[in-house]
């Protein structure tokens, strides 16, 4: 039998910096290279929209778009609480490629403990900071099983204590699995607020706060998705794509693209 291949220490070293200069595709940590493409523009940033055409906004959103579904794969609030740790600063094509066949082996808690920590950085070893995330996994795996009965806590609090599990990461657990209007704000959102502008914040948290302050409440349930999905597929960071977009009329960048 072939001897176990162990981690590489310079693979890992190597996937930390690449997570640094990278995005969280779920949760979103603001990279630090999103801030001067939103700033660049400070001296002529416009005010934000007013209430009015934030409603219309969202109403072209949901018009669209009425059930919009993120891009990770799970199939419990277990699982897609693993999928969110998993997805910091990772792309979530890379997280399902990891996931689906780690899922299929342990999709609970008490599955995923008994998988143990070497088997599953062995399934995540192609995401970056595996050996991190696979602690984490198992760690949090372990809370659940002894505290929560082998359940996911419907609660703010409970959820960040568990290892790897951070304010964002609890606002997509409680917004995808329990229904909860959170709007857990990743780059891609952070970029798309401060540009159109919905809510101009210098922080992630101080872009959340906002939103959940000012999104109408018909509309809260879905806007974290909505916004993900606009930023990723239309608002790009380098090149947004204005003349397809469903809201240019109402956008207020003053660099909009016109081919």
């Known amino acids: 039998m072939p ?10 070293r190597a996937a930390r910096g690449a997570a640094r200069r990278g995005e969280n595709a779920a949760t979103g940590r603001l990279a630090g290279s999103i801030r001067p493409a939103l700033t660049a523009h400070a001296d002529a940033a416009p005010e934000a929209v007013d209430s009015a055409t ?5 109403r072209r959103f949901q018009e669209a778009e009425p059930e919009p579904k993120g891009e990770l794969h799970y199939v419990n609030p277990f699982t897609l609480l693993v999928a969110v740790v998993l997805s910091a600063q990772a792309t979530d094509r890379g997280v399902n490629l990891a996931t689906g066949p780690l899922f299929a082996v342990a999709d609970t808690p008490e599955t995923m403990l008994a998988l143990g920590e070497e088997r599953v950085r062995d399934f995540v070893r192609t995401i970056g900071l595996f050996n991190t995330k696979a602690k984490n996994v198992v760690a949090l795996s372990r809370i659940l099983v002894e505290q929560h009965g082998g359940a996911v806590p419907a609660s703010l609090e409970a959820l960040q204590v568990l290892p790897g599990v951070g304010a964002k990461t609890a606002s997509v657990v409680l917004n995808i699995a329990f229904g909860v209007p959170r709007i857990a704000v990743d780059t891609h959102i952070f970029r798309v607020s401060n540009r159109i502008p919905l809510f101009i914040g210098t922080t992630t948290d101080k872009v959340q706060a906002g939103l959940e302050a000012i999104v109408p409440e018909p509309y809260r349930l879905h806007a974290h998705h909505w916004l993900i999905l606009h930023g990723r597929y239309t608002c790009k960071a380098r090149k947004p794509e204005c003349p397809r977009c469903r809201i240019a009329d109402l956008c207020r960048y003053p660099s909009k693209t016109t081919a």
């Open 3 to 12: 001897a176990r291949k162990t981690p590489s220490p310079v693979t890992d």
């Open 54 to 58: 934030l409603a219309e906004i969202f």
